[in-house]
């Protein structure tokens, strides 16, 4: 743009000015910068205000205040629309703003009056300055765009980046739960292989049905990410068939609810379900058959879980079975979910024993916690 009023300028100065040699000179040298511009030459900020400025000078000194000031006030808006530096800024602008005032009145031609040049450097320093600060707007407007820009991807990369951790979470309590009473039931089988193999092949089949579960719900989330659909499979939130599941396995769990889980909202009924689920799973591998007691409790304020079992002789002091998973998949992971819905969950040894405990407000359904609610469903 700036370029075209260069070129247009120049003509203008052209025809207006005197045909004297040495003006024709100084137009073509003046466009000059503005044709190395316009061809791609990637000409510093500097040396392009001096080309662009210093030949417009004699010009004015010449045919007086004209067109060709436009020029000037093309130039100085070019530099401000691409730079930060102020000295750099100020100078060019000084320079521009001087130009109508050059004082070479003994080459003006004649009958050309002192008030009138007067007003014209006015009007043209006027312009020159409001055209230097149209170009810091544009240039900030740029500067800002590409901050935003950077900012836009950054997010995108957070989003990713919580979305990969949303769903080593939702994999991790899967694949580890299915594995969990797998394990259960195939070791229950080869205990009692040869003594009732009839019982081991029904534990055998409770497995492969186990297995085939899992496969179809980690199906269901290949699905999902195939397909981008925002709709998730959503698995039993009862707490009844876990702790059945787990007891089917030959894990020894006793299950005490006070009050309806079912009145709870949706996002504290996964969240529950799932701290229950990986704090059987932790017990199921760590505490080598000892005995589980779940109790849940649920009022008008919110619900509190505990999950409670024997601490094995193997564990050292200060360490338990239900510890905090692996990788921050875990209970750990699941801390920052419970946290997020103004919840706590807490875990560590009780009075020999170890325990697991959850507490979540009625009100955290209120809230929206996508990551929580998403995952928890896949």
């Known amino acids: 743009m700036y370029a075209l009023i260069a070129v247009v300028s120049t003509g203008a100065a052209a025809l207006e000015g005197p045909p004297v040699l040495p003006v024709l000179v100084c137009l073509v040298l003046a466009l000059v910068p503005w044709l190395l511009v316009a061809a791609g030459a990637d000409l510093p900020l500097a040396l392009f205000a001096v080309l662009a400025v210093a030949p417009v000078v004699p010009v004015v000194a010449w045919s007086g205040v004209g067109s060709a000031l436009f020029l000037t006030v093309a130039a100085a808006a070019r ?7 102020r000295g750099l800024l100020a100078a060019t602008t000084a320079a ?3 130009v109508p005032f050059t004082p070479f009145a003994g080459l003006l031609p004649p009958g050309t009056g002192e008030a009138e040049r007067g007003a014209g450097s006015l009007y043209f320093a006027f ?33 990713a980046r919580q979305e990969r951790q949303r769903i080593a979470r939702d994999v991790h309590d899967l694949v580890a739960h299915s594995l969990t009473v797998v394990v259960l039931h195939v070791g229950g089988a080869r205990r009692v292989l040869r003594r ?34 925002d709709e998730r499979p959503v698995v039993s939130l009862d707490l009844a068939e876990l702790v059945d599941g787990y007891r089917a396995a030959g894990l ?16 504290v009924r996964v969240t529950l ?15 080598d058959g000892a005995p589980v007691q779940v ?13 409670r079992n024997d601490l094995p002789d193997t564990d050292p002091p200060g360490t338990g079975p239900a510890g905090g ?11 920052e979910r419970v946290a997020s819905l103004g919840g706590e969950l807490t875990w560590g040894p009780e009075d020999g024993a170890w325990g697991v405990r959850c507490v979540l407000p009625r009100h955290a359904g209120d809230r929206a916690v996508p990551a929580a609610a998403a995952g928890g469903q896949a």
Not at 274 to 282: K, P, T
């Open 325 to 335: 998973g692996h990788g921050g998949f875990g209970l750990v992971g699941l801390r």
């Open 196 to 229: 009732d193999p009839g019982a081991a092949e029904g534990a055998l089949e409770e497995a492969e049905r186990v297995c085939r579960e899992s496969l179809d719900g980690i199906r269901g989330v290949v699905g999902l990410l195939r397909s981008g659909q």
């Open 252 to 267: 020894p769990v006793g299950l005490h609810t006070t009050g309806s889980t079912e009145a709870l909202p949706l996002v």
């Open 96 to 98: 521009a703003v001087a």
């Open 295 to 307: 109790r849940v409790a649920v009022d008008d304020g919110g619900v509190e879980a505990r999950v």
């Open 273 to 287: 379900h799932r701290v229950v689920q990986e704090a059987l799973a932790n017990a199921a591998r760590h505490a």
């Open 79 to 85: 530099v401000a629309t691409r730079t930060d530096r």
């Open 127 to 159: 312009g020159t300055v409001l055209g230097v600060l149209v170009g810091v707007l544009l240039h900030r407007a740029a500067v800002l765009t590409d901050d935003l820009r950077v900012a836009q991807e950054r997010l995108a990369e957070a989003a």
